[in-house]
Structure formats: C-alpha cells, structure tokens
C-alpha cells in the first residue's frame, strides 16, 4: 500500500490531458496512473515506472508530460 497520493492539481493536469483530443499516447498513460493514484493508495506498476522514466529523461515530451511523469514515478515501489 502506498500513502502518497497524486496532488490536486497533477490530478487537474491528468483530468485534462485525457479530455483533449491532441494528448500523447504516453501523456494519456501517465494522466491515466496519476489519477488512479489521486484518490487511492494505488502504487506504480513497473511498466508505467519505465514510461515515466523514458519521459523524463527525454527531451522531446512537454513540461505536462513530465510533471505527469514526475508524479507517477514519486508514487513507485522504491525496493525497485
């Protein structure tokens, strides 16, 4: 179980990336993790611990992208 949960305003930027039809395949599965995580004690998966990685590290991908990323990846299992 983890106890950090998604900040409200991640949670807005997640809301809204999924409402809009220009987001990203990876911007779409970072708001999606972010926001099973805003309410629940939900952990990153290590797939998505991979995506937010290769994000953050990338400099192709918008600042929404890796503030998404950001999120997701403080929210991951840190015995991996």
């Given amino acids: 179980m983890n106890s950090k949960k998604t900040s409200s305003s991640v949670a807005s930027q997640a809301s809204r990336a999924l409402r809009s039809s220009s ?12 926001l099973s995580q805003a309410k629940s004690g939900h952990q990153t998966g290590k797939k998505m611990e991979g995506v937010a990685s290769a ?5 192709k991908y ?6 998404l990323a950001g ?3 403080s929210q991951s299992d840190k015995k991996r």
Avoid: D, E
Avoid at 24 to 32: H, N, P, T
Avoid at 62 to 67: A, D, E, L, N, R
């Fill in 23 to 34: 987001t990203s395949k990876i911007q779409r599965q970072l708001a999606g993790s972010a």
């Fill in 55 to 59: 994000a953050l590290n990338s400099p």
């Fill in 62 to 67: 918008s600042s929404t992208t890796k503030t």
């Fill in 71 to 73: 999120s997701v990846l």
